[in-house]
């Protein structure tokens, strides 16, 4: 637990940080944190709490380092080399399961998710905000 902490938390909150030098009142921040934190399937406790953690994280830095502007994309299941280790067809099987699952009725594609990213680095006016890239999950 502390590891996945020290990665996923701590490595996005020291990286903060060191950018405050090199940032203006126009700048933005965008974390990542994912589903989990809203919906945690069972066995998921280390990922729902870290996520979580990170979500409260960008809303207390939105008021701390307001002016500039920090959001957070929260992404479900995305078809990334992540589960590159699985054997393909292994892998599309279970992407089929899941896809089956989701309202829109397929897993996310990583332009789906980048999308997201330039949104929030573009819109001036949008700060303290989770944005759910997740097909749904959430509500099922």
């Known amino acids: 637990v502390r590891e996945a902490f020290d990665s996923k938390f701590w490595g996005q909150y020291i990286s903060v940080l060191a950018a405050l030098p090199y940032l203006n009142n126009e700048s933005s921040i965008t974390l990542t944190s994912g589903v989990y934190g ?20 960008v809303r207390g830095l939105s008021v701390d380092l307001a002016p500039i502007r920090v959001n957070v994309v929260s992404p479900g299941i995305v078809d990334t080399p992540l589960y590159g280790g699985m054997p393909e067809n292994e892998r599309q099987i279970m992407y089929h399961g ?8 397929r897993v996310a594609q990583p332009k789906d998710i980048a999308e997201t990213y330039v949104y929030l680095a573009k819109n001036g006016f949008t700060t303290g905000t989770s944005v759910l890239i997740d097909g749904g999950a959430h509500l099922i």
């Not at 066995?43 to 990170?54: Q, V």
Request: net charge positive.
């Open 38 to 57: 809203v919906r945690p399937p069972q066995g998921a406790t280390t990922l729902a709490s870290i996520n979580s953690a990170i979500d409260g994280l």
């Open 98 to 105: 899941i896809a089956k699952q989701l309202p829109v009725g």
